[in-house]
């Protein structure tokens, strides 16, 4: 392949990366809106890691859901479930159609992430801080079993208050599991104030090298630097991986970006309207 057939394939698939975030961020904010239901500030923020690893950076088929050999993903803050339905529903795992089922009784798509009867959905979540030991365990199932595939899971900065997920991050370097990728959606806005003024978890990289990971910050709506992380893995071989993204919540939304108020809001029909109106147009 030469040079110039490889950059533009590079270039392709960012563009389209890209118009996949969109449609994911339209698409959690019509599910939240209709729903009456909140956490569309972390939806924005992970839109962008999202379009990504469901564009290029994970090996999953959206017509053989269950396929022994696909990529493994949890979604370990699973209160951003509108935005991986969303990203499911674009990249032709179930129909659109189930999106206007979030959140409604008998509805398909709960409140949080829920794998029964969800093709693409491979972990029921809800309370913070487990979701990495279920990831580890498949990743090392997966090197047990001989399997080539990995195990993506993705954190909210927040949920790092909790100690399951540092008796995870120390489990996992100890078993050489470089099939285990953690994401953190590094928003710095938790439930009832910021990361800092919360429980402050500065040095965070610090934390990760200290604990035998390969670690890397990037920008986490890049979608260049998304790519070139994901691209990289493992970091160090024989060593799981983070991707410490820092992002803004509410990103995409002039009014939502950086505002505590977005975690639990709803967002009403005007607010609905700018929203999609100012993403329209950032097209």
């Excluded at 969109?22 to 019509?30: E, F, P």
């Excluded at 798509?109 to 498949?138: E, K, N, Q, R, Y």
């Excluded at 078993?175 to 990361?195: E, P, R, Y």
């Amino acid at each position: 392949m030469s040079t110039a057939t490889s950059c533009s394939d590079k270039t392709g698939r960012l563009d389209r990366s890209r118009e996949l975030a969109r449609r994911v961020r339209l698409g959690a904010l019509s599910m939240v809106h209709k729903a009456g239901a909140s956490h569309i500030g972390t939806c924005l923020s992970m839109s962008d890691l999202l379009a990504c690893l469901y564009s290029f950076g994970m090996k999953v088929d959206p017509a053989k859901p269950a396929d022994a050999g696909r990529d493994r993903f949890v979604l370990s803050k699973g209160h951003g479930a509108a935005g991986v339905y969303a990203v499911l529903a674009e990249s032709g795992f179930f129909p659109r159609d189930w999106l206007e089922t979030y959140c409604a009784d008998g509805g398909k798509l709960a409140g949080h992430i829920t794998h029964h009867g969800v093709p693409g959905v491979d972990f029921s979540s809800g309370s913070l801080g487990h979701g990495l030991s279920v990831a580890a365990g498949m990743a090392l199932a997966a090197k047990r079993d001989g399997a080539a595939w990995k195990a993506f899971c993705l954190l909210s900065d927040g949920e790092c208050d909790e100690g399951s997920i540092w008796e995870a991050v120390l489990f996992a370097p100890h078993h050489q599991l470089d099939n285990l990728v953690v994401l953190v959606d590094f928003n710095k806005i938790q439930s009832f104030g910021t990361v800092k003024e919360v429980l402050d978890l500065d040095p965070f990289a610090d934390k990760w090298r200290a604990f035998n990971w390969g670690v890397r910050e990037i920008d986490g709506h890049d979608h260049e630097q998304i790519a070139g992380a994901l691209d990289a893995l493992p970091f160090v071989k024989g060593r799981p991986s983070v991707i410490i993204a820092h992002t803004v919540k509410g990103k995409g939304v002039s009014f939502m970006e950086n505002k505590l108020l977005w975690h639990y809001r709803s967002p009403d029909a005007g607010q609905l309207a700018q929203a999609k109106s100012e993403l329209e147009v950032r097209a």
